[in-house]
């Protein structure tokens, strides 16, 4: 249907042209309204103001007066009626017939202006790649030019044909200050290429896979998994507005839970998109925001199990195709229900065309549905044995695509999560089993093999090992199967024949066995599904999630496309109809006049399939035909509708497929299979063989089947016209889907529907990649640009008049602004745009036609160009004249100091030449002067050269003549010598010649005797002897021998070494001879330097001596430096050597200490974290605690769970209700809790049970052991003391005197230090009192009376102790333990002392000698006091000495160290220093260590000194027993009368037994804080409590005590149940609470707590009972009041953070808000209600105020003000990050101008160090983040080392969504983005995104005693505490 409209300014008519059947026409004027189907309005003859309008199927023409005759005679229905003075057309709301006005003016305007199109101007042009791209104007346009000189963004110049007879310009572009836009509304120029530019830019370069298109959202598949859907991203979206948050699915799923809540109505989420778009994923995250904000009512767990229902639908439902890897195989609708409270109640599961030919046929690269594979993949498993399976080639059903596998995913851990959801919806085991035994069954089917016998027989082999297999698993026989799948049996009227069939026909019959078994398998699974999710409680309303198939078109399209792409009309014209009625709403709140325009119906393409004579209508009658076959059903479509329908077309080369054009495309359907698809037939034969199956699962579902058949046949049969046979009335395929899809129409028109287009970016499953042409195919089939198209024809861009006042006052003048801002918006309008038909004001906003924002941007952006031109004049026009000045300036400077310089110049050239005539005479005289010296010095070098010359030529003669002389002394000599050696050897030669001869002559003598006998009888006597002598002197002459020869040998080598010596010698002296020659010729020179020489060497000499002498004294002083050095050195080597040993020492300790340190933190991190996690386990516990108690009390009072919900408020305000509200309930007054309470079958709560029992036994076991030692004292003790004598009474005589004293002695003290501290106080400047003057007079007489006071103090008290003594003494006297009292002492003899009758008289008793003896013991122990004291004080002069001693030294050394650190260099130096640091650090150490020793010391002795004392009270406590005791006070003597003080109170309340009741409810239920915080002193209910307690205590009544405390608790947590929501009272009984538990343990007895106590706290200690149990009580009830008051806290504190922190503005600036779209202009808020952070300040100091109010405790307050300070921080940075419009460089500025003012309020309360400044490091951090540069590698740099307190996540989304606001900023680049990445690529962090903002920190109540004395406590009477009373 198109509607036109057409305005006549002649004939003043208006024409409606409504054309139905596809007809095309022009428009029609009043005379040619021929068309069928016409609407006329035409003008009224009269003064009627009011034309009309009506609908007819005949043309008619109404006037004012036959209006109404007209109206009944044509029977037509008032449309609208159109006001002729305004030439407006106001509606009717009709939607039978698709009429939709639209606004506007009465014509259309085209926006194509020229200036728009002028030079620079940027244009979108087609193109066949990329769809469009962007070109640049090169010239400006002119109307009437032909063309359009275009540059495109590589620099290509193109001409652009401009087509003449329509004029059609190519669309303009945005600016870029607009591209990237949450809302493509938001867009000036509303257009395809627009939308895809802008989609491509948020999905490939801000990575943003959501974009809002008006009310739909539009989701682009990333194929990529994104951290964007965890719970925290939920929180962040839940209660927020749709406009307010970055477009998500969860703001979609927000905005139907509001509405829902709001408007009480259904709603609907309609998913659709291609196959892998994403749809289903999209439908799971909706679901899972349900279930996450809502909370179950009744039943638990149902949010569990409606999302266990998505992995059971995709295993069963989804497949892998080739364009997705999990494409949902068929639709669902899954409805939501909710009760009143707004929490899940149940679901139900509607399906949708499952497709069941995929069961046994996939086509390449495609798979069977997943659960097939995940069979397969789990077959190993011992459960899944019996099913004979193997891999998945083994099967025919599974491999038949030849993709087995999908990347990323493992098939056996998702049957795995399968069969865990089947287990969470209820299904058992046995089930499970059952359903995948019937699966595997399908898979063994597929392999059965049926082979040909002929042409119409076929056959299975009886053994096929498939078919047995699958008889087994189904429990059916073999051979009957075997049978049936090969025969059927045929029936006619009289007869039933049983006929084989082919091969083929039995294959096609085993499929369809299994298709059929598959579907209805199917079917009970979601029937299954459903009974899990149904819910006994009432369900008020749901929320529906339509899951369903989008457009498809293949190349070849079967029945199923064709039901698909039916679908997807139906839901397209809903889509229409539902956005044209928001429109109208909008337009018609607003008060907007508006026309009708054209748009496209899609009402016939329906009508062309499902009206009668349809597609459908044909098919169903061809399949009732006993012949029926596609090829006739084919003809008859031809036959039927080719003619007859424009949508409907036969292709040309095809007689067996036809054409549809759809609204998104035209698709080719082939005919082939239409006709078995949608008769569904199955062997009924098999069908009654599978029946008589033992498998009791197989049996149910075929009882299911039939019985859902014979309901449906019933229906038939009672609509369905008489005689119809069983068989004609079976529901074909194609007639069920119609019928449902009416159905599911019915349920979305009675719902509010929300819309989610999901787009496939590409077919290559590339992650963030965007296909330009399969973008834009997927938006025009989606209806997205159809719905652009819409919104671009009227006013799309929508404005509120304060956003447009902020934006646009830069083009406003200061006179221009009025008062009113509408006003003020009006009249710049007017000014600005001159038509006003282009624009229109509404109520609240302005509506723009499209293009004009970009036109108001354009002159916002040349009127700040314009002014950054003026200001960059003024700017340069001052800097210039300030450099022309200083160039002025400096140039006088110049030639003033040039001026000068000459000047001075000159001055000294002056100087110069003067000085120069005086150097010059000086210089002639100097040179004159020298000349003389030099030849006066010249004559006299000369005559003293000559007269040496002439002396050692002298000398050199004499010298000459004497060797001559010693020459021939030596020549002489050496004849001599020589003629003596010749003489003498002649003379020996001559005497060996003779004694030769005369030796020969006796040898011949001798001869001739020997020749004789006697001579040889004489020769022998004797011989031998002679002979053995000879033989002797013969040996020895040859050892004479050898050793002569060897000396001979030896002289001979040293003669001839002496001979080369002397030679070498000679050869020496010859050369030295020739030296001498030639040193003899410089002789003469070195004769004269000789003498020089020998003249300086004198002078040397002397300077020498001199040197020596200083020499001798130097070292002298030096060594005597060496001395003291070295002995220095000795000591400094020692001090070093011991140093060393104890920087090693130091070193170890320091190591332990750095170790236990690292220990301690370590152990500090694991305590906040044991304490976090108790603390929220505590709080779990106590949940479940009271909700079982709750549930208890409702079964006992039979009350409804459902009734309690009417109570719950309302979700729209806050979904997240608080835990502590839940979980404190009111307990009985009694707090005895049974035994069934206890009993929860938790897991958390065993194990607190289990702890708390082990904690029960070891304290157990350390209070046996205690008791166990104390006996074992006691038992000692009692030894002892049987072993004491009597003497004790003196001994106790004595101590009580002393004690006296001391104590005495100790107010004596103090008095005198009050005394001297009113001295001291007294004004600095005024002297004190002189002696005489009247305040000395006053102050002796007050010290005078004090003494007098003391002394009678002191009597009374002697009198009364020796009174004690004497009683005591007396007591014993006649005991055997009294044997040896010494009662004289109290009687003493008075006659040794010789007193007067007098003194005996006044001392008839002995009290006046036991006075004098006691001031004697007086004296003894104040002069013992005194020695004591003056030794105290030596030992402290001692100390005191030696620590200045000790500071002395340190000192010294301190100065010598810098002295010598000093002359170091620096690396040694901070060495030095270093080593010396650690020394001391190290003596620091070992200091503390021994005065820790020490205390440790006295600890031990004041211990003991205390369980002395301890037993001494005992002691006096069984004496004053046995003093009670009748035949005691019979003994004792008469009574003292002794003065004594008042009564004092002990801080006790007493109250009668059963009054708890009345207190607490005075005190805690009826109490209201703020008339107690104001008015009483804090923590008074705190005090009265524990008074009461007290009381309980000292009557040892247990139960008093227990009831007293349980009622207390209960009370407390009944008020915080009730009024938790109430911040002063949970502030004020968390103070309290804190105060009395402070109070059981201050006065508990606790040693370390009784030090901080006064004597009088220490004395109102608890005694009968140990209450540190209860401690803990309240400290868990303290720390849960503290978590509701955090969240108290929060939710006041939730809904102005976002307002305050980020959106207002405290700053205003030029730069405004950007244009966004319909979403963010939904709302106004008035600028007096805006929320700044003046009013979040406000309320922080309200909390404080409160809080220091109620004296919580500066710690805990300080925890509570970090905990805020956290919540503001998480909840404003979560919020930064999904929101694109709040990254910008103006938001930075904002946000640390914000922060800087919470830091502020931080300093004014004194809580900088508590930690809270802390917590905001993120938020600034991410705001400089938002200012710093961001372009270089440097910059880079910088972000890494800035943001620490942000994660890389975090870092990488804020630089993604930086968005600039004017056009003058330029956007992050990717590859800067990339950069930040790798640099912080190291980091090891959360990948998380956001913060949590629900986290708590662990909190630690520390101890604070109180100051506050209970007995002065006053009960006020306004409290009603009357039967209470004060002890």
């Given at each position: 249907?198109?509607?036109?409209?057409?305005?006549?300014?002649?004939?003043?008519?208006?024409?409606?042209?409504?054309?139905?059947?596809?007809?095309?026409?022009?428009?029609?004027?009043?005379?040619?309204?021929?068309?069928?189907?016409?609407?006329?309005?035409?003008?009224?003859?009269?003064?009627?103001?009011?034309?009309?309008?009506?609908?007819?199927?005949?043309?008619?023409?109404?006037?004012?007066?036959?209006?109404?005759?007209?109206?009944?005679?044509?029977?037509?229905?008032?449309?609208?009626?159109?006001?002729?003075?305004?030439?407006?057309?106001?509606?009717?709301?009709?939607?039978?017939?698709?009429?939709?006005?639209?606004?506007?003016?009465?014509?259309?305007?085209?926006?194509?202006?020229?200036?728009?199109?002028?030079?620079?101007?940027?244009?979108?042009?087609?193109?066949?790649?990329?769809?469009?791209?962007?070109?640049?104007?090169?010239?400006?346009?002119?109307?009437?030019?032909?063309?359009?000189?275009?540059?495109?963004?590589?620099?290509?110049?193109?001409?652009?044909?401009?087509?003449?007879?329509?004029?059609?310009?190519?669309?303009?572009?945005?600016?870029?200050?607009?591209?990237?836009?949450?809302?493509?509304?938001?867009?000036?120029?509303?257009?395809?290429?627009?939308?895809?530019?802008?989609?491509?830019?948020?999905?490939?370069?801000?990575?943003?896979?959501?974009?809002?298109?008006?009310?739909?959202?539009?989701?682009?598949?990333?194929?990529?998994?994104?951290?964007?859907?965890?719970?925290?991203?939920?929180?962040?979206?839940?209660?927020?507005?749709?406009?307010?948050?970055?477009?998500?699915?969860?703001?979609?799923?927000?905005?139907?839970?509001?509405?829902?809540?709001?408007?009480?109505?259904?709603?609907?989420?309609?998913?659709?998109?291609?196959?892998?778009?994403?749809?289903?994923?999209?439908?799971?995250?909706?679901?899972?925001?349900?279930?996450?904000?809502?909370?179950?009512?009744?039943?638990?767990?149902?949010?569990?199990?409606?999302?266990?229902?998505?992995?059971?639908?995709?295993?069963?439902?989804?497949?892998?195709?080739?364009?997705?890897?999990?494409?949902?195989?068929?639709?669902?609708?899954?409805?939501?229900?909710?009760?009143?409270?707004?929490?899940?109640?149940?679901?139900?599961?509607?399906?949708?065309?499952?497709?069941?030919?995929?069961?046994?046929?996939?086509?390449?690269?495609?798979?069977?549905?997943?659960?097939?594979?995940?069979?397969?993949?789990?077959?190993?498993?011992?459960?899944?044995?019996?099913?004979?399976?193997?891999?998945?080639?083994?099967?025919?059903?599974?491999?038949?695509?030849?993709?087995?596998?999908?990347?990323?995913?493992?098939?056996?851990?998702?049957?795995?999560?399968?069969?865990?959801?089947?287990?969470?919806?209820?299904?058992?085991?046995?089930?499970?089993?059952?359903?995948?035994?019937?699966?595997?069954?399908?898979?063994?089917?597929?392999?059965?093999?049926?082979?040909?016998?002929?042409?119409?027989?076929?056959?299975?082999?009886?053994?096929?090992?498939?078919?047995?297999?699958?008889?087994?698993?189904?429990?059916?026989?073999?051979?009957?199967?075997?049978?049936?799948?090969?025969?059927?049996?045929?029936?006619?009227?009289?007869?039933?024949?049983?006929?084989?069939?082919?091969?083929?026909?039995?294959?096609?019959?085993?499929?369809?066995?299994?298709?059929?078994?598959?579907?209805?398998?199917?079917?009970?699974?979601?029937?299954?599904?459903?009974?899990?999710?149904?819910?006994?409680?009432?369900?008020?309303?749901?929320?529906?999630?339509?899951?369903?198939?989008?457009?498809?078109?293949?190349?070849?399209?079967?029945?199923?496309?064709?039901?698909?792409?039916?679908?997807?009309?139906?839901?397209?014209?809903?889509?229409?109809?539902?956005?044209?009625?928001?429109?109208?709403?909008?337009?018609?709140?607003?008060?907007?006049?508006?026309?009708?325009?054209?748009?496209?119906?899609?009402?016939?393409?329906?009508?062309?399939?499902?009206?009668?004579?349809?597609?459908?209508?044909?098919?169903?009658?061809?399949?009732?035909?006993?012949?029926?076959?596609?090829?006739?059903?084919?003809?008859?479509?031809?036959?039927?509708?080719?003619?007859?329908?424009?949508?409907?077309?036969?292709?040309?080369?095809?007689?067996?497929?036809?054409?549809?054009?759809?609204?998104?495309?035209?698709?080719?359907?082939?005919?082939?299979?239409?006709?078995?698809?949608?008769?569904?037939?199955?062997?009924?034969?098999?069908?009654?063989?599978?029946?008589?199956?033992?498998?009791?699962?197989?049996?149910?579902?075929?009882?299911?089947?039939?019985?859902?058949?014979?309901?449906?046949?019933?229906?038939?049969?009672?609509?369905?016209?008489?005689?119809?046979?069983?068989?004609?009335?079976?529901?074909?395929?194609?007639?069920?889907?119609?019928?449902?899809?009416?159905?599911?129409?019915?349920?979305?028109?009675?719902?509010?529907?929300?819309?989610?287009?999901?787009?496939?970016?590409?077919?290559?499953?590339?992650?963030?990649?965007?296909?330009?042409?399969?973008?834009?195919?997927?938006?025009?089939?989606?209806?997205?640009?159809?719905?652009?198209?819409?919104?671009?024809?009227?006013?799309?861009?929508?404005?509120?008049?304060?956003?447009?006042?902020?934006?646009?006052?830069?083009?406003?003048?200061?006179?221009?602004?009025?008062?009113?801002?509408?006003?003020?918006?009006?009249?710049?309008?007017?000014?600005?745009?001159?038509?006003?038909?282009?624009?229109?004001?509404?109520?609240?906003?302005?509506?723009?036609?499209?293009?004009?924002?970009?036109?108001?941007?354009?002159?916002?952006?040349?009127?700040?160009?314009?002014?950054?031109?003026?200001?960059?004049?003024?700017?340069?026009?001052?800097?210039?004249?300030?450099?022309?000045?200083?160039?002025?300036?400096?140039?006088?400077?110049?030639?003033?100091?040039?001026?000068?310089?000459?000047?001075?110049?000159y001055v000294k050239f002056l100087r110069r030449t003067r000085a120069a005539i005086t150097i010059q005479r000086m210089v002639r005289m100097w040179l004159a002067r020298r000349r003389y010296q030099r030849q006066r010095s010249a004559a006299i070098t000369v005559q003293c050269y000559l007269r040496a010359y002439m002396?050692?030529?002298?000398?050199?003669?004499?010298?000459?003549?004497?060797?001559?002389?010693?020459?021939?002394?030596?020549?002489?000599?050496?004849?001599?010598?020589?003629?003596?050696?010749?003489?003498?050897?002649?003379?020996?030669?001559?005497?060996?010649?003779?004694?030769?001869?005369?030796?020969?002559?006796?040898?011949?003598?001798?001869?001739?005797?020997?020749?004789?006998?006697?001579?040889?009888?004489?020769?022998?006597?004797?011989?031998?002897?002679?002979?053995?002598?000879?033989?002797?002197?013969?040996?020895?002459?040859?050892?004479?021998?050898?050793?002569?020869?060897?000396?001979?040998?030896?002289?001979?080598?040293?003669?001839?070494?002496?001979?080369?010596?002397?030679?070498?010698?000679?050869?020496?002296?010859?050369?030295?001879?020739?030296?001498?020659?030639?040193?003899?010729?410089?002789?003469?020179?070195?004769?004269?330097?000789?003498?020089?020489?020998?003249?300086?060497?004198?002078?040397?000499?002397?300077?020498?001596?001199?040197?020596?002498?200083?020499?001798?004294?130097?070292?002298?002083?030096?060594?005597?430096?060496?001395?003291?050095?070295?002995?220095?050195?000795?000591?400094?080597?020692?001090?070093?050597?011991?140093?060393?040993?104890?920087i090693l020492e130091q070193a170890q300790n320091l190591t332990e200490i750095k170790s236990n340190v690292e220990i301690t933190k370590q152990m500090e991190k694991d305590l906040n974290e044991e304490r976090s996690r108790y603390q929220s386990l505590l709080s779990e516990h106590l949940h479940l605690e009271e909700r079982?108690?709750?549930?208890?009390?409702?079964?006992?009072?039979?009350?409804?769970?459902?009734?309690?919900?009417?109570?719950?408020?309302?979700?729209?305000?806050?979904?997240?209700?608080?835990?502590?509200?839940?979980?404190?309930?009111?307990?009985?007054?009694?707090?005895?809790?049974?035994?069934?309470?206890?009993?929860?079958?938790?897991?958390?709560?065993?194990?607190?049970?289990?702890?708390?029992?082990?904690?029960?036994?070891?304290?157990?076991?350390?209070?046996?052991?205690?008791?166990?030692?104390?006996?074992?004292?006691?038992?000692?003790?009692?030894?002892?003391?049987?072993?004491?004598?009597?003497?004790?009474?003196?001994?106790?005589?004595?101590?009580?005197?002393?004690?006296?004293?001391?104590?005495?002695?100790?107010?004596?003290?103090?008095?005198?230090?009050?005394?001297?501290?009113?001295?001291?106080?007294?004004?600095?400047?005024?002297?004190?009192?002189?002696?005489?003057?009247?305040?000395?007079?006053?102050?002796?007489?007050?010290?005078?009376?004090?003494?007098?006071?003391?002394?009678?103090?002191?009597?009374?008290?002697?009198?009364?102790?020796?009174?004690?003594?004497?009683?005591?003494?007396?007591?014993?006297?006649?005991?055997?333990?009294?044997?040896?009292?010494?009662?004289?002492?109290?009687?003493?003899?008075?006659?040794?002392?010789?007193?007067?009758?007098?003194?005996?008289?006044?001392?008839?008793?002995?009290?006046?000698?036991?006075?004098?003896?006691?001031?004697?013991?007086?004296?003894?122990?104040?002069?013992?006091?005194?020695?004591?004291?003056?030794?105290?004080?030596?030992?402290?002069?001692?100390?005191?000495?030696?620590?200045?001693?000790?500071?002395?030294?340190?000192?010294?050394?301190?100065?010598?160290?810098?002295?010598?650190?000093?002359?170091?260099?620096?690396?040694?130096?901070?060495?030095?220093?270093?080593?010396?640091?650690?020394?001391?650090?190290?003596?620091?150490?070992?200091?503390?260590?021994?005065?820790?020793?020490?205390?440790?010391?006295?600890?031990?002795?004041?211990?003991?000194?205390?369980?002395?004392?301890?037993?001494?009270?005992?002691?006096?406590?069984?004496?004053?027993?046995?003093?009670?005791?009748?035949?005691?006070?019979?003994?004792?003597?008469?009574?003292?009368?002794?003065?004594?003080?008042?009564?004092?109170?002990?801080?006790?309340?007493?109250?009668?037994?059963?009054?708890?009741?009345?207190?607490?409810?005075?005190?805690?239920?009826?109490?209201?804080?703020?008339?107690?915080?104001?008015?009483?002193?804090?923590?008074?209910?705190?005090?009265?409590?524990?008074?009461?307690?007290?009381?309980?205590?000292?009557?040892?009544?247990?139960?008093?005590?227990?009831?007293?405390?349980?009622?207390?608790?209960?009370?407390?947590?009944?008020?915080?149940?009730?009024?938790?929501?109430?911040?002063?009272?949970?502030?004020?009984?968390?103070?309290?609470?804190?105060?009395?538990?402070?109070?059981?343990?201050?006065?508990?007895?606790?040693?370390?707590?009784?030090?901080?106590?006064?004597?009088?706290?220490?004395?109102?200690?608890?005694?009968?009972?140990?209450?540190?149990?209860?401690?803990?009580?309240?400290?868990?009830?303290?720390?849960?009041?503290?978590?509701?008051?955090?969240?108290?806290?929060?939710?006041?504190?939730?809904?102005?953070?976002?307002?305050?922190?980020?959106?207002?503005?405290?700053?205003?600036?030029?730069?405004?808000?950007?244009?966004?779209?319909?979403?963010?202009?939904?709302?106004?808020?008035?600028?007096?209600?805006?929320?700044?952070?003046?009013?979040?300040?406000?309320?922080?100091?309200?909390?404080?105020?409160?809080?220091?109010?109620?004296?919580?405790?500066?710690?805990?307050?300080?925890?509570?003000?970090?905990?805020?300070?956290?919540?503001?921080?998480?909840?404003?940075?979560?919020?930064?990050?999904?929101?694109?419009?709040?990254?910008?460089?103006?938001?930075?500025?904002?946000?640390?101008?914000?922060?800087?003012?919470?830091?502020?309020?931080?300093?004014?309360?004194?809580?900088?160090?508590?930690?809270?400044?802390?917590?905001?490091?993120?938020?600034?951090?991410?705001?400089?983040?938002?200012?710093?540069?961001?372009?270089?590698?440097?910059?880079?740099?910088?972000?890494?080392?800035?943001?620490?307190?942000?994660?890389?996540?975090?870092?990488?989304?804020?630089?993604?969504?930086?968005?600039?606001?004017?056009?003058?900023?330029?956007?992050?680049?990717?590859?800067?983005?990339?950069?930040?990445?790798?640099?912080?690529?190291?980091?090891?962090?959360?990948?998380?995104?956001?913060?949590?903002?629900?986290?708590?920190?662990?909190?630690?109540?520390?101890?604070?005693?109180?100051?506050?004395?209970?007995?002065?406590?006053?009960?006020?009477?306004?409290?009603?505490?009357?039967?209470?009373?004060?002890?």
């Open positions: 249907m198109i509607i036109n409209m057409k305005y006549s300014r002649q004939s003043k008519t208006f024409t409606f042209l409504l054309l139905f059947n596809g007809k095309r026409s022009e428009h029609a004027r009043v005379r040619r309204w021929e068309a069928r189907d016409t609407l006329v309005l035409t003008t009224c003859q009269g003064t009627r103001s009011s034309w009309t309008a009506v609908e007819s199927s005949q043309p008619c023409h109404l006037s004012s007066s036959s209006a109404g005759e007209e109206l009944r005679k044509s029977s037509c229905r008032l449309i609208g009626k159109v006001n002729k003075k305004k030439k407006k057309v106001q509606p009717f709301l009709c939607w039978q017939k698709s009429f939709f006005f639209f606004e506007g003016s009465r014509e259309t305007e085209d926006m194509a202006a020229s200036g728009l199109y002028s030079k620079h101007a940027r244009v979108w042009l087609p193109d066949a790649a990329e769809v469009w791209k962007s070109a640049e104007l090169i010239k400006d346009y002119t109307p009437g030019d032909l063309t359009l000189t275009l540059q495109l963004e590589d620099g290509t110049e193109v001409e652009h044909k401009i087509d003449p007879k329509t004029n059609s310009l190519p669309p303009l572009r945005n600016p870029n200050i607009l591209v990237g836009e949450n809302d493509l509304t938001a867009l000036s120029y509303l257009h395809e290429p627009a939308v895809l530019h802008n989609l491509k830019v948020r999905f490939i370069d801000s990575k943003l896979i959501y974009t809002y298109c008006g009310i739909v959202l539009v989701a682009i598949n990333p194929y990529e998994s994104l951290q964007i859907y965890e719970a925290d991203i939920i929180n962040a979206y839940s209660g927020q507005n749709m406009g307010d948050m970055d477009p998500h699915i969860f703001a979609v799923a927000e905005e139907a839970y509001k509405q829902m809540a709001r408007d009480e109505r259904n709603q609907s989420i309609i998913v659709s998109g291609e196959s892998g778009a994403g749809k289903t994923v999209s439908a799971k995250y909706a679901m899972r925001y349900f279930a996450t904000v809502s909370f179950s009512s009744g039943e638990a767990n149902i949010e569990d199990r409606v999302l266990a229902s998505s992995p059971i639908m995709e295993a069963l439902g989804n497949a892998k195709t080739t364009r997705n890897d999990n494409s949902s195989r068929f639709g669902k609708y899954i409805e939501i229900g909710f009760d009143k409270k707004l929490s899940i109640t149940g679901a139900n599961m509607r399906t949708y065309l499952l497709e069941k030919s995929r069961v046994v046929f996939q086509a390449n690269g495609e798979r069977n549905y997943h659960v097939f594979y995940q069979l397969c993949a789990s077959s190993h498993l011992p459960e899944f044995k019996s099913f004979k399976l193997g891999c998945t080639e083994d099967f025919h059903y599974t491999n038949q695509g030849q993709s087995p596998v999908i990347d990323g995913v493992d098939d056996a851990k998702e049957m795995c999560n399968t069969r865990k959801a089947f287990s969470l919806l209820g299904v058992s085991e046995a089930d499970q089993m059952s359903i995948y035994q019937i699966l595997a069954a399908i898979l063994h089917l597929s392999n059965v093999e049926v082979k040909d016998q002929s042409a119409d027989r076929s056959s299975i082999m009886p053994d096929d090992a498939h078919l047995m297999v699958f008889c087994e698993l189904m429990g059916v026989p073999c051979e009957e199967m075997a049978h049936w799948l090969c025969h059927r049996t045929l029936k006619t009227t009289t007869e039933t024949f049983v006929k084989t069939v082919s091969k083929m026909s039995a294959v096609n019959g085993r499929d369809a066995l299994a298709k059929h078994i598959y579907a209805t398998l199917f079917s009970r699974i979601v029937a299954s599904i459903n009974r899990a999710l149904e819910s006994a409680a009432k369900q008020r309303s749901f929320i529906g999630v339509l899951d369903i198939y989008g457009f498809e078109t293949f190349d070849i399209n079967s029945f199923e496309q064709f039901c698909i792409n039916y679908a997807n009309e139906k839901l397209q014209q809903q889509f229409n109809l539902h956005v044209f009625k928001l429109e109208q709403e909008e337009y018609m709140k607003e008060g907007i006049p508006w026309t009708l325009i054209d748009f496209f119906d899609n009402q016939p393409c329906i009508n062309l399939i499902e009206a009668k004579l349809g597609v459908l209508d044909l098919l169903d009658e061809e399949c009732r035909m006993p012949k029926g076959s596609d090829d006739t059903w084919a003809q008859k479509l031809y036959n039927t509708l080719q003619k007859k329908n424009v949508h409907f077309e036969k292709p040309r080369l095809s007689n067996r497929a036809f054409i549809i054009h759809h609204f998104a495309d035209k698709v080719e359907y082939q005919c082939e299979g239409f006709l078995e698809k949608n008769k569904d037939t199955v062997n009924q034969d098999q069908i009654n063989v599978l029946k008589k199956s033992k498998f009791d699962m197989l049996l149910t579902l075929f009882e299911d089947d039939e019985k859902a058949t014979s309901s449906a046949n019933k229906r038939t049969a009672v609509t369905g016209r008489a005689g119809q046979s069983q068989k004609d009335t079976k529901k074909t395929v194609g007639l069920q889907f119609r019928q449902s899809l009416h159905l599911l129409m019915d349920t979305l028109n009675a719902t509010t529907p929300h819309y989610v287009r999901c787009i496939k970016p590409n077919d290559n499953k590339a992650s963030f990649t965007l296909d330009p042409v399969r973008a834009v195919q997927q938006l025009r089939a989606c209806g997205i640009l159809e719905t652009i198209r819409i919104s671009a024809a009227g006013f799309p861009s929508r404005w509120t008049y304060q956003e447009f006042f902020r934006r646009y006052r830069v083009l406003m003048k200061q006179k221009d602004v009025l008062p009113d801002r509408k006003q003020t918006c009006k009249c710049l309008l007017e000014k600005l745009i001159k038509d006003q038909d282009l624009y229109q004001f509404g109520k609240n906003k302005i509506f723009f036609r499209a293009g004009q924002v970009a036109f108001l941007e354009k002159l916002r952006s040349d009127k700040l160009r314009e002014a950054c031109v003026r200001i960059q004049k003024t700017i340069r026009c001052w800097v210039a004249r300030k450099k022309y000045l200083r160039m002025r300036e400096s140039a006088v400077t110049i030639q003033r100091l040039v001026r000068g310089h000459q000047a001075r110049c002396a050692k030529k002298q000398y050199y003669k004499l010298m000459f003549e004497q060797k001559a002389v010693v020459v021939q002394k030596w020549v002489r000599g050496w004849l001599v010598r020589r003629h003596y050696r010749r003489t003498l050897a002649a003379i020996i030669l001559l005497q060996s010649c003779v004694r030769r001869m005369r030796a020969k002559m006796d040898l011949k003598k001798l001869k001739v005797d020997a020749r004789s006998v006697e001579h040889f009888k004489k020769l022998n006597f004797g011989m031998e002897n002679k002979i053995m002598q000879l033989q002797h002197k013969l040996n020895e002459q040859h050892k004479e021998n050898r050793e002569l020869s060897e000396r001979l040998n030896s002289v001979e080598k040293s003669k001839a070494l002496e001979r080369e010596r002397c030679t070498r010698e000679i050869e020496n002296l010859h050369r030295s001879e020739q030296d001498s020659r030639a040193k003899a010729e410089k002789v003469p020179s070195l004769l004269e330097q000789l003498s020089f020489l020998q003249h300086e060497l004198e002078k040397t000499r002397r300077e020498k001596d001199d040197l020596e002498e200083q020499k001798k004294d130097y070292i002298e002083r030096t060594q005597q430096v060496v001395e003291q050095l070295n002995s220095k050195n000795s000591v400094l080597n020692s001090e070093n050597d011991e140093l060393n040993k104890q079982h108690r709750d549930l208890r009390e409702e079964m006992d009072l039979g009350i409804s769970p459902r009734k309690s919900g009417q109570n719950r408020k309302d979700s729209i305000f806050s979904n997240a209700s608080s835990e502590f509200t839940q979980s404190l309930g009111s307990e009985d007054e009694s707090s005895v809790h049974t035994e069934d309470e206890s009993q929860v079958d938790l897991s958390v709560l065993l194990k607190l049970q289990r702890r708390v029992k082990e904690l029960e036994q070891d304290k157990q076991s350390l209070w046996q052991q205690l008791d166990n030692r104390e006996e074992a004292q006691q038992e000692k003790a009692e030894e002892v003391e049987t072993q004491r004598t009597v003497g004790r009474a003196e001994l106790d005589l004595e101590t009580l005197k002393r004690q006296e004293l001391e104590s005495e002695n100790k107010k004596l003290k103090q008095d005198l230090n009050e005394l001297r501290k009113s001295l001291t106080n007294e004004d600095k400047e005024s002297l004190p009192p002189a002696p005489g003057s009247m305040p000395y007079n006053i102050l002796l007489d007050q010290l005078s009376s004090s003494n007098e006071e003391l002394e009678m103090r002191k009597e009374e008290v002697l009198l009364l102790r020796s009174h004690m003594v004497r009683q005591e003494a007396l007591k014993h006297k006649d005991s055997a333990l009294g044997e040896g009292v010494n009662l004289d002492l109290e009687i003493p003899s008075f006659k040794e002392v010789n007193r007067s009758s007098e003194i005996h008289t006044l001392n008839e008793d002995g009290e006046l000698w036991l006075a004098y003896e006691g001031l004697k013991e007086t004296n003894r122990l104040l002069e013992f006091q005194m020695q004591e004291q003056k030794r105290i004080h030596s030992d402290k002069y001692r100390k005191l000495t030696e620590e200045v001693n000790k500071l002395k030294a340190e000192r010294e050394q301190q100065q010598k160290l810098l002295a010598q650190t000093l002359l170091l260099p620096e690396d040694a130096r901070i060495e030095a220093t270093l080593k010396h640091a650690i020394t001391r650090l190290t003596n620091d150490n070992l200091e503390l260590m021994e005065y820790q020793e020490k205390q440790d010391k006295v600890i031990r002795k004041l211990k003991k000194q205390l369980k002395i004392y301890f037993k001494k009270v005992q002691d006096f406590e069984v004496g004053a027993q046995q003093k009670n005791n009748p035949s005691v006070m019979n003994t004792r003597s008469r009574a003292v009368s002794i003065t004594r003080k008042e009564r004092e109170y002990q801080g006790m309340l007493e109250y009668r037994e059963g009054d708890e009741g009345r207190l607490l409810k005075n005190m805690v239920t009826d109490l209201k804080p703020r008339g107690v915080a104001v008015s009483f002193i804090p923590g008074l209910p705190s005090y009265i409590i524990f008074m009461c307690l007290r009381y309980a205590d000292n009557v040892n009544d247990d139960q008093r005590v227990s009831n007293l405390l349980n009622s207390t608790i209960s009370s407390i947590k009944g008020v915080i149940k009730r009024r938790g929501d109430d911040l002063e009272v949970v502030s004020f009984w968390l103070a309290n609470t804190c105060r009395l538990m402070h109070c059981l343990k201050q006065y508990s007895g606790d040693e370390e707590v009784m030090k901080n106590n006064t004597a009088k706290q220490n004395e109102q200690c608890l005694t009968n009972f140990e209450l540190s149990e209860y401690q803990q009580v309240f400290g868990d009830l303290a720390i849960q009041i503290y978590r509701q008051l955090i969240k108290c806290m929060e939710e006041i504190l939730q809904p102005i953070i976002v307002s305050s922190m980020l959106e207002h503005e405290t700053i205003h600036s030029v730069l405004g808000a950007k244009p966004t779209g319909l979403r963010k202009r939904s709302t106004t808020i008035p600028e007096a209600d805006t929320v700044t952070v003046d009013i979040l300040l406000q309320r922080l100091g309200l909390f404080y105020t409160t809080m220091s109010q109620h004296e919580m405790g500066s710690e805990l307050i300080e925890q509570v003000v970090r905990q805020q300070f956290y919540i503001i921080c998480a909840v404003t940075l979560n919020h930064l990050l999904l929101r694109k419009d709040m990254c910008s460089w103006s938001k930075g500025l904002q946000i640390r101008y914000n922060v800087w003012q919470l830091e502020e309020w931080l300093a004014e309360r004194g809580l900088q160090d508590c930690g809270a400044k802390e917590t905001l490091e993120p938020l600034v951090q991410a705001a400089q983040l938002l200012q710093i540069k961001k372009k270089t590698e440097d910059d880079a740099q910088a972000i890494c080392t800035m943001c620490t307190a942000l994660t890389t996540t975090q870092i990488v989304k804020v630089l993604t969504l930086y968005t600039p606001v004017i056009e003058f900023e330029e956007r992050v680049s990717i590859t800067f983005i990339t950069m930040i990445k790798d640099l912080l690529s190291g980091r090891v962090e959360s990948s998380t995104l956001m913060m949590d903002s629900k986290k708590i920190f662990s909190v630690t109540i520390p101890f604070t005693p109180s100051s506050v004395a209970l007995e002065t406590i006053q009960i006020p009477a306004s409290l009603n505490l009357a039967f209470l009373k004060r002890i």
